[in-house]
């Protein structure tokens, strides 16, 4: 049996939680099969649609990869620069390129977390003392909030179980 370190198992665990949702849906599961005509459908009361959340998940989440491999990213202005303006895609293909975008990203992501050895911890040269793990923690934590929300859309709009 191969002994693994309390680093390696806490990069698996990090792995999971950012992957599988682990107690929730995941956002591959979520953004699953959702008729076109719905994409942009914001229901009443609610301030945006399925595409938007997505595009914001998919921002974010770049966005927070660019700031841990690079020190001198530039993030969007907040808020405007996280959402679209658009409530649903410009073109047919746009929904589907935004969850292959969020799904590499999140790839290269875990990449960074399994190359980081000890720098898990490390706070960044740059910001203000995030490091690695927190910012594991809050891709994880950002886009567990946001899939919820695309599936009460997904209820709302009668297309979820």
Not at 66 to 95: C, L, M, Q, R
Request: no cysteine; aromatic share 10%.
């Amino acid at each position: 049996m191969k002994s693994t370190t309390n680093q390696e198992h806490i990069v698996k665990e990090l792995e999971l939680l950012i992957s599988k949702g682990n107690a929730h849906v995941s956002f591959e599961e979520a953004v699953e099969n959702i008729p076109p005509a719905l994409l942009g459908t914001i229901p009443s009361g609610l301030p945006y649609s399925i595409w938007q959340l997505v595009e914001h998940i998919r921002i974010t989440q770049w966005d927070i990869l660019e700031f841990s491999k690079d020190p001198k990213h530039v993030s969007p202005e907040w808020p405007s620069g996280y959402w679209p303006k658009e409530k649903a895609p410009s073109h047919t293909g746009d929904f589907k390129k935004s969850v292959d975008r969020v799904l590499a990203d999140r790839k290269e992501f875990i990449r960074l977390l399994h190359h980081a050895g000890e720098e898990l911890f490390t706070p960044f040269a740059h910001g203000d003392g995030q490091t690695l793990f927190r910012e594991a923690l809050l891709i994880a934590d950002h886009t567990s909030y946001h899939t919820g929300e695309i599936i009460v859309l997904r209820r709302l709009l009668k297309d979820w179980n």
